[in-house]
């Protein structure tokens, strides 16, 4: 199994992504990845704080490990971990990545809190033998990952080239989220762009950092498709998971009103999500 550093460098120079998709039932990452295993792909499953609440740190790690026992290429990350505290438990309890998002801290505090994650992950990774690579984020990116209406953005928020370049060097991290007009969830009554020179000039800036872009929920793939071709080798999607799911187990409730088995009941969720997916990646990596 190639590690995921690996795969960052080969998405690098090939132009693809790896797919981020965030979870909270066991389900919903079977879906996950039993979608990338029918590409042949590999993946990244995730839980945010509040999604890793639900399922335990140690839990997630256990069931994700069990994929990777039988040989699945999927990766655990800790997505938006905001605090030193819980980003510590995210490492202590094995996730194979973290993202410190200490982005709303003014700059110099984003470096330092960035930096004290990679200098920990660096320490745990030595004496464990793992690899533990962490993402920083930079520029104010705005939204949750639900269905919004509008979300006010500016140029302002964006992440500007050479606060990346130095921000890079000086937390010495492995991947960088980036903020060019993408929003977190979804937007009804507006309509979301990616600012491509934006992107092009930040890649010039960093031109060997994998570049992560958020809230790709709602984007159009033509835009998710030059968003790649330009740098970007990491794509989340939370919201549109969480709605086809929402969606499917609406409709099957409303179906099968006297159904309580929820195998039963969660089986069309959990075919939704995996369709999904699988369009999402088929995107991300070409196909
Ligand atoms: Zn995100």
Not at 188 to 195: F, G, M, P, R
């Amino acid at each position: 199994m190639k590690t995921l550093q690996q795969y960052f460098q080969e998405a690098k120079t090939g132009k693809w992504a790896i797919g981020h998709f965030n979870f909270s039932t066991a389900d919903q990452l079977r879906a996950i990845v039993e979608a990338a295993a029918e590409l042949k792909v590999p993946v990244m499953a995730a839980t945010s704080e509040g999604e890793a609440d639900f399922v335990g740190r140690d839990q997630a790690v256990a069931l994700v490990q069990s994929y990777q026992k039988e040989g699945h290429d999927v990766f655990l990350n800790a997505d938006h971990h905001k605090s030193w505290e819980t980003i510590k438990a995210a490492i202590d309890a094995g996730y194979d990545s973290v993202l410190i998002d200490a982005s709303k801290l003014p700059y110099e505090e984003n470096i330092a809190l960035t930096k004290k994650v990679v200098d920990y992950a660096r320490e745990v990774a030595k004496s464990s033998g793992r690899e533990i690579p962490v993402e920083g984020e930079l520029g104010y990116l705005k939204g949750s990952s639900e269905v919004q209406k509008k979300v006010e953005i500016s140029r302002e928020d964006y992440t500007k080239p050479e606060e990346a370049k130095d921000f890079v060097t000086r937390t010495g991290i492995d991947r960088l989220a980036i903020v060019f007009g993408n929003i977190h969830g979804i937007v009804t009554e507006q309509e979301e762009h990616l600012d491509i020179e934006t992107l092009k000039n930040v890649t010039a800036a960093v031109p060997e950092m994998p570049l992560v872009l958020h809230g790709a929920s709602g984007l159009k793939d033509e835009e998710v498709k030059d968003a790649i071709a330009n740098g970007i080798s990491n794509v989340h999607i939370n919201t549109e998971l969480r709605v086809a799911y929402h969606e499917a187990l609406e409709g099957e409730l409303e179906k099968e009103p006297s159904q309580t088995t929820p195998y039963k009941f969660l089986e069309p969720s959990y075919e939704a999500t995996k369709k999904i997916v699988l369009e999402k990646l088929k995107l991300f990596n070409n196909l």
